[in-house]
């Protein structure tokens, strides 16, 4: 089994990594070669038996893609992109390596012609306002950011492709990837994470939107199992509809901070503090709340089902167990 | 007012051609410019007190766009493309024209920096089944052909640059239009244009599908009324979702033959033999039937109101208001 991951370097694809590497099968057949792709070099797991490969470089520049689809992967993760908000502020960068470097990604796997196995990051970003209380399966995809609307043109690519027989791919919409680790960023989603990977490491954070904001969440754990399950899952059985929503935890902020009380405790949320930014809220009030993630359910994709889960798949993982610093 | 009309020698850029031409104002101004291009040269049509330019070129190629959009159009029909049958038989043709011409236009625009209304020709080929009876605005868009693929990534693309401000755009979904002129060709669709036009012709014609086959149309002077609604609409009213499904007569083949008729006399349907071919009808049983076109009605947009009046439109317009050949 040859695997190739583009976006290694990033949070979703160290998370994969690292789970390939802790256990080296896909789709019940060792990992012969993991390819890790990204424009920085990805950090590479021992894998006994596994050849690893470091590739750095420009996804969208001439050649790249050809250079990483010559060993033939029988399984790609395309996770490699400009977030959001870097995507907004450099329009051309964001159609270059959203939209350029996908479609370049594609076309060489077209070119290669052994049709393999394409998992693809995409986003619930492919959805604008306004929506129905909870987005249903077949609602309309109309993005009110350019990364939305490179992912969704990404979403098309990847439904033609398979269709046309050149890869057999799947599209996966991630909610918000909740609890992050690392350090707060810029980002106005920022503050899911923070309220409570801040407090459980000690430090103080800052809730700028009401409680009663409802959003859907899945954690980083959930986001690999998506990825994992997307690349075994029976492309027949998916049929023509290629992107799928994936499913979450729906839940309001203030529902947040109560399962982080009953898991860690009701001095830790003390730590939030309430600041109403009012330039989060206008941004944060025009994303999508809820979706029925109906197909991506019956399709056996499995996220939390409470955000307790959540908290604790965050302790696990990234505080060895611990809710407080050690 | 300069308008730069791409796909000028097709089929609906002719009509709306010769629309201009016999009434020479877009939005309450004169047209003192009109710039036609496509693969093939256009028909010029004389317009006093305007510049008439025929320019032929490859939309795709090198510097063709920043060519066309140097005089800063003020209104741009964008209908340039490769059809559905040969974008699906040359895959290569059909991306390069339907998609990086398209992204190309777009750029030069952006470029340009004058942010003209830009009215877009897509199609309800950006739906794939299967569907609900009648598809409302909010139905996803998943198409299964290269063609709907590349049009629904053009209304992507445009629906993102007029959010950015970089033009003014509204891309409009067009049913099958009906009657065509012209001669029977080798689309699936073909059929429901001949067995009008054909049989007021004085020739036969063969009937490939059930008579209970459900389907919508608007006339070529409904779809050149709508193109002239798009270019003076306002963008703020229209708001962020800038692609619409317009309205069309959804009725059976069956109705559409009682409606000739009705307005040529039952003698004149004899001509249409029912023959059915089960390969057209496996690709007519995958096309939408039926539309709310709910947003596209209140913003304006009118279609025929009978299949009736699509029957006589033919007459008036094609055949000098005689039902059979002079």
Redesign the interface.
Known sequence: MKVLITGAAGMIGRKLTERLAHDPMLNGRPIARLDLHDIVAAQAPEIAGAEVNVIVGDLAADGEAERLIKPKPDVVFHLAGVVSAEAEAD?DKGYRVNLDGTRLLFEAIRAAGHAPRVVFSSSIAVF?APFPDIIP????????T?YG?QK??GE??L??FS??GFFDGIGLRLPTICVRPGKPNKAASSFFSAIIREPLAGRETVLPVPRSSLHTHASPRSAVGFLIHAAGIDGETVG??R?LTMPGIACTVGEQIEALARVAGSEVVKLIREEEDEAVWAIVQNWPTRFTSQRARELGFVAETSFDDIVRAHIEDELSGNARPA
């Open positions: 329009v604008g399966d077949d609602f309309h995809a109309t993005p009110r350019c609307t969704l043109i098309a690519l439904a033609d269709r046309r023509p509809r992107n």
